[in-house]
């Protein structure tokens, strides 16, 4: 090969004056070019103490899959020299161009990360970069451990937890949510106490002092994890659990009131059940006329619905003071309303309400972690049938980590 070529690689490679390219092979037959690189410093850098150290030898050639040259298929070879070390013994030295036993290039990882964020699922990336699912899935670990390594968390102060099914509902994950600058922190396995306990412990020490807020579901596993863990820490009641609670609460008056009224042939509630759970803004033009008409028919629906609907306005209330005296008053109708699901709930708020009227002093929701509850639906669909759960952690925290994933390339 002429030497332009081999210097040209030299450049693609960002290569030191301690390597330098021996040959290029073509394989026209094989579409793959192979790039032999040889070590030609004397002097070694230990990669245990940084000492610099004389050769003791070559260790076998292996190989790292690069950057496609036009189609070409690449890969660089070479016997990476071994260091002969006072302190450590000897140590097979670093190369500029890969991590530590990867067998990929930095650029052709990086390139591997742009990838898999654009890609459907991991098994659609490998095919594209002619990788194997585990391989492909190696790289988005790496790339995942790099920016937990790097990330900084010690601007956290306000937090949502909250649990998201894995496995179509039979088991749950619990879910660390960063509310100010929104992104996953880390996930656990199940949702008891002890569940929350080690997600919550995944913060440094330092750190888990500093958290003001934590938003939630009025769940006391959860509750009594963060008085444990984060005793600094205010609970808020999540806005969004509190609607969806009197969302069931509606629903729950409605079955019962439909089975009753269809016992006599009486179908006007057949078919509603979503205008119930819906915003009223968001029924359909069609069904609106009919909605109207059930809103003021007297069914013991339309009066839950009723209930329901007024919560809403608590949270917009001015301040904690408006807040606890539109609670008291919205508490007797609901409690007087002998719609047993909606007393239940009523009941429940009630003993919450401390952090309810929370909300008042920090604003903060789990908006920002439903917000990841797509992504994460997406990456279970796309991810049918696997049950691992290591390997579901790794893909939520490469795709709502907020994670800089990159290899540092280039020293
Ligand atoms: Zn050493």
């Known amino acids: 090969m002429k030497p332009n070529l081999k210097s040209h690689y030299a450049l693609l490679l960002g290569l030191d004056k301690n390597w330098k390219v021996e040959s290029v092979e073509l394989n026209l037959e094989g579409g793959k070019v192979s790039v032999r690189m040889k070590h030609v410093a004397k002097r070694?850098?230990?990669?245990?103490?940084?000492?610099?150290?004389?050769?003791?030898?070559?260790?076998?050639e292996r190989t790292w899959r690069h950057l496609d040259?036009?189609?070409?298929?690449?890969?660089?070879?070479?016997?990476?020299?071994?260091?002969?070390?006072?302190?450590?013994?000897?140590?097979?030295?670093?190369?500029?161009?890969?991590?530590?036993?990867?067998?990929?290039?930095?650029?052709?990882?990086?390139f591997a990360l742009e990838v898999l964020k654009a890609a459907s699922s991991v098994k659609a990336a490998g095919e594209l970069l002619?990788?194997?699912?585990?391989?492909?899935?190696?790289?988005?670990?790496?790339?995942?451990?790099?920016?937990?390594?790097?990330?900084?968390l010690s601007g956290v102060r306000r937090v949502g937890i909250d649990e998201k099914s894995f496995l179509r509902g039979q088991s749950y994950i619990s879910c660390l949510c960063d509310l100010d600058d929104p992104k996953i922190?880390?996930?656990?396995?199940?949702?008891?106490?002890?569940?929350?306990?080690?997600?919550?412990?995944?913060?440094?020490?330092e750190i888990r002092g500093e958290i003001e807020a934590v938003a939630m579901d009025m769940w006391p596993a959860f509750v009594s994890a963060v008085e444990e863990k984060l005793p600094g820490a205010e609970i808020v009641f999540d806005r969004f659990h509190?609607?969806?609670?009197?969302?069931e609460a509606v629903d729950a008056v409605r079955r019962d009131e439909h089975r009753k009224l269809m016992e006599n042939k009486d179908e006007r509630l057949k078919g509603s059940r979503y205008n119930w759970l819906r915003r009223e803004e968001n029924i359909k033009e069609e069904k609106r006329e009919e909605f109207e008409g059930l809103k003021n028919s007297?069914?013991?629906?339309?009066?839950?619905?009723?209930?329901?609907?007024?919560?809403?306005?608590?949270?917009e209330c001015r301040n904690e003071g408006f807040g606890e005296d539109f609670f008291k008053r919205w508490y007797a109708w609901a409690i007087r309303s002998r719609l047993e699901p909606v007393r239940k709930v009523a009941k429940m708020l009630k003993k919450h309400l401390?952090?309810?009227?929370?909300?008042?002093?920090?604003?903060?929701?789990?908006?920002?972690?439903?917000?990841?509850?797509?992504?994460?639906?997406?990456?279970?669909?796309?991810?049918?049938?696997?049950?691992?759960?290591?390997?579901?952690?790794t893909r939520i925290l490469f795709y709502c980590g907020n994670l800089d994933l990159r290899p540092d390339i280039g020293h």
């Open 185 to 205: 922190i880390e996930v656990v396995k199940g949702r008891k106490k002890e569940d929350a306990e080690a997600l919550l412990d995944t913060l440094p020490e």
């Open 298 to 315: 007297g069914l013991k629906t339309a009066r839950a619905w009723a209930i329901k609907e007024l919560l809403i306005e608590f949270w």
């Open 130 to 152: 002619g990788l194997s699912w585990n391989a492909t899935q190696r790289i988005m670990k790496r790339g995942v451990d790099r920016g937990m390594e790097r990330r900084d």
């Open 354 to 393: 401390d952090g309810l009227l929370a909300f008042f002093r920090h604003r903060i929701t789990n908006a920002a972690s439903e917000g990841f509850n797509s992504k994460i639906q997406s990456i279970k669909a796309a991810a049918r049938g696997f049950r691992n759960y290591e390997h579901y952690r």
């Open 69 to 110: 040259t036009m189609q070409f298929e690449t890969e660089l070879r070479a016997r990476v020299p071994r260091g002969k070390c006072g302190q450590c013994g000897v140590k097979t030295v670093e190369v500029p161009w890969a991590g530590k036993n990867s067998p990929f290039t930095w650029l052709f990882e990086d």
């Open 242 to 247: 509190v609607s969806s609670h009197m969302g």
């Open 44 to 60: 070694l850098v230990c990669p245990c103490c940084g000492a610099a150290v004389g050769r003791a030898d070559f260790a076998p």
